[in-house]
């Protein structure tokens, strides 16, 4: 990989990383969160779209749904990812549509559903892990500057590990 301290020219550093202007440090800590997480969401959106053949969207479908075995309801899939439920019932019929999900009444309520992963999106999700954790890592490194990084790092730990083992 690059050296983490090396910046494509034709990538500026967040202006909010700089400081020196209004913000408290809070509100440009922030920024930068919401400015790499801008970054890595661009470069994930063709690796994910090329190896699992979903939207971007319906992919934060599927990581939640990976980290919850059992499923969730459509209605905390949608205050979770801050969805309307209309646009997420669409989500959820193209990945049900594409055999990478299972929807099913939830017993006792009739209006609740739940979903989960198939095996098939299981399947997928293991052997793109690799590939989509490097595409978060390295538009992180090409985004964030040694501080941003260090910030980061304090809250991702293994995110930290991988990159001083380089």
Not at 15 to 22: I, K, M, R, T, Y
Not at 96 to 101: D, E, M, S, T
Not at 132 to 135: F, K, M, P, S
């Given at each position: 990989?690059?050296?983490?301290d090396?910046r494509?020219a034709?990538l500026?550093?967040c202006?909010?990383?700089?400081?020196?202007?209004?913000l408290?440090?809070?509100?440009r800590?922030?920024?930068?969160?919401?400015?790499?997480?801008?970054?890595?969401?661009q470069?994930?959106?063709?690796?994910?779209?090329e190896r699992l053949?979903?939207?971007?969207?319906?992919?934060?479908?599927?990581?939640?749904l990976a980290?919850?075995?059992?499923?969730?309801?459509?209605?905390?899939?949608?205050?979770?990812?801050?969805?309307?439920?209309?646009?997420?019932?669409?989500?959820?019929?193209?990945l049900?549509?594409?055999?990478?999900?299972n929807?099913?009444?939830?017993?006792?309520?009739?209006?609740?559903?739940?979903?989960?992963?198939?095996?098939?999106?299981?399947?997928?999700?293991t052997e793109s892990?690799?590939l989509?954790?490097?595409?978060v890592?390295?538009a992180?490194?090409?985004f964030?500057?040694?501080?941003?990084?260090?910030?980061?790092?304090?809250?991702?730990?293994?995110?930290?590990?991988?990159?001083?083992?380089?």
């Open positions: 990989m690059a050296d983490p090396e494509p034709d500026p550093e202006p909010s990383a700089q400081g020196g202007g209004l408290p440090d809070e509100l800590a922030w920024m930068v969160v919401l400015a790499s997480t801008g970054a890595v969401e470069r994930l959106r063709s690796v994910v779209k053949d979903v939207s971007h969207d319906e992919f934060l479908v599927l990581c939640l980290e919850q075995p059992a499923g969730l309801r459509m209605t905390q899939i949608a205050e979770l990812l801050g969805r309307p439920k209309t646009r997420l019932t669409y989500q959820i019929a193209c049900q549509h594409a055999g990478l999900v929807r099913k009444s939830v017993c006792g309520d009739k209006r609740g559903v739940e979903v989960a992963l198939t095996e098939k999106a299981r399947r997928l999700l892990s690799g989509l954790a490097e595409t890592v390295q992180l490194d090409q964030m500057g040694p501080a941003q990084r260090e910030a980061m790092y304090a809250l991702l730990p293994g995110l930290a590990s991988e990159a001083r083992a380089e």
